[in-house]
């Protein structure tokens, strides 16, 4: 069972979740962000590019969590 504090969320920064789990570094590119981004938190950062946050933090967890993906 994952804890809801093992999940990837919103205001978490770009930089801590890419050395915590390394695996979200291609997904983190596929959506444009930029090494310069690193130091923002994850909405900050999808909403500067026009992405909606939880679409990038629902793609970073499936990633990291691919075993409840699409589990209700």
């Known amino acids: 069972m994952i ?3 093992d999940l990837i969320r919103g205001d978490m920064l770009v930089r801590d979740v890419k050395v915590r789990h ?5 997904v983190f590119e ?4 930029r090494g310069a981004c690193d130091d923002c ?5 999808a909403r500067k590019y026009g ?7 629902d793609a970073l967890n ?3 969590f691919p075993s409840a993906a699409g589990r209700e």
């Open 41 to 45: 938190d994850i909405d900050q950062v």
């Open 3 to 5: 804890r809801f504090t």
């Open 22 to 26: 390394p695996e979200t570094i291609p």
């Open 62 to 64: 499936q990633v990291v």
């Open 30 to 33: 596929r959506f444009g962000f």
């Open 51 to 57: 992405l909606r946050p939880l679409d990038v933090v």
